[in-house]
């Protein structure tokens, strides 16, 4: 049976878009309080006035993350159109410059600007933020260690970032690389037990590099306020679909690693620069590319990985009632990614507004308001 911490809480970044000049579009202070009367603590501004960040409740189920998604996503949906504007989910907007964007007046991110410059102005990327629930701060800790192994897999699934400022970059996952310039990124490093990480944030305080513990952006992290573990390495995905499979193999991984642990078995641990190797990789060329298995010393395509790691879960996963939304996974190998669908209407029509129309239609279908 699902343990019962194994909650699912999810975070989406959406770009807001003017539906004549397809660029990305400010938000009235109207918009935010209007969104504030729905959805209450659910909606909150990001660092530039055209980015609005949801997430949903507790969730225990994925089919409960389901229904949150989407009423969260018709909410959205629905206040930009009274303002005569679009809401899209992608990692990156295919045509807008991050010099040309207003900055959110609020203390954090001003401070955020002040402290690290042009590396936060820069921050025109949106991102998915999977949170899973686990009491035990030490089953935190083993479960954070063991799943680092895994981010390029599920980045490659998710990627939806191929474009930068109006270019097509010739990766999957621009925002990536955009995200890595940032100090405290990447993968994370392992924990001998949740003292030491307790130590590790203590020393960063003490010496003035961070003022508390949210200033950790690694791609996974035990999360500073909720006893969960939070999965940060995922492009915002383009179809609600695609959110909830992501979400669903990253909680069945979690229970899977869980019961290895309770098994006196553990994934084994591999050195934080071939996982950096690996991502690389996921970045690069998402699905179409290859990972190294590190115990062969070879080159697998990214896409017989992930048959792999779906046999790896296949038994947790009718446990967790999250079947059907882990299957879905077979239509993503086949049809690609957002990434991959952007760039096959990009190199049929030439034109990123075509992209950024298509865009729109994905992120709402079956949750229009």
């Known amino acids: ?17 003017d539906p004549e000049t397809r660029e990305l579009a400010p938000m009235s202070d109207k918009l935010i309080e209007r969104g504030r009367e ?11 006035r055209s980015q609005i960040e949801v997430g949903t409740r507790p969730c225990r189920t994925v089919a409960e993350a389901r229904g949150e998604v989407v009423r ?7 206040l930009a159109r009274e303002q005569g504007l679009r ?54 800790i083993d479960v954070l260690n063991q799943a680092r192994y895994f981010i390029p897999h ?22 990536s690389v955009i995200f890595e310039n940032m100090p405290r990124s990447g993968i994370p490093p392992t924990f001998g037990a949740y003292s030491e990480y307790q130590g590790f944030i203590a ?14 952006w690694w791609d996974i992290r035990p999360h500073p306020e909720f006893p969960t573990l939070e999965f940060r390495m995922a492009d915002v995905c383009t179809r609600v679909d695609e959110v909830l499979c992501v979400a669903a193999i990253i909680q069945a991984l979690v229970a899977k690693l869980i019961q ?43 896409r017989l990985l992930t ?46 507004e075509a992209v950024v129309d298509q865009l729109v239609v994905e992120s709402v279908a079956g949750c229009e308001p």
């Open 38 to 48: 729905i959805l209450q603590d659910q909606i909150k501004p990001e660092l530039m």
């Open 307 to 352: 048959l792999e790691l779906l046999e790896l879960i296949d038994d947790v996963v009718d446990d967790l009632g999250s079947r059907q939304e882990v299957d879905y996974v077979h239509r993503i190998l086949r049809d690609g990614s957002s990434a991959d669908r952007q760039l096959r209407t990009f190199r049929k029509s030439g034109d990123l």
């Open 72 to 78: 969260l996503r018709s909410a959205i949906a629905g």
């Open 1 to 17: 049976m699902q343990p019962p911490e194994l909650t699912l809480g999810i975070e989406e970044e959406y770009q807001i878009v």
């Open 260 to 302: 290895l642990r309770r098994d006196n078995r553990s994934w084994r641990h591999y050195r934080h620069h071939l996982i950096t190797e690996n991502k690389w990789r996921a970045v690069r060329y998402g699905l179409d590319g290859k990972l190294i298995d590190f115990g062969a010393r070879a080159e697998v395509p990214v």
């Open 87 to 140: 809401m899209v989910a992608a990692s990156t907007h295919p045509l807008s410059r991050w010099s040309h964007q207003e900055l959110t007046s609020a203390a954090r991110y001003e401070k955020l600007a002040t402290d690290l410059k042009d590396v936060a102005r820069r921050l025109l990327i949106f991102g998915m933020h999977v949170h899973v629930g686990i009491d035990d701060p030490e089953l935190r």
């Open 154 to 175: 599920i980045l490659a699934l998710s990627t939806s970032s191929p474009f930068w400022a109006g270019r097509d970059t010739g990766l999957k996952s621009y925002r």
């Open 203 to 216: 020393t960063l305080v003490a010496t003035g590099c961070i003022d508390e513990a949210t200033k950790i």
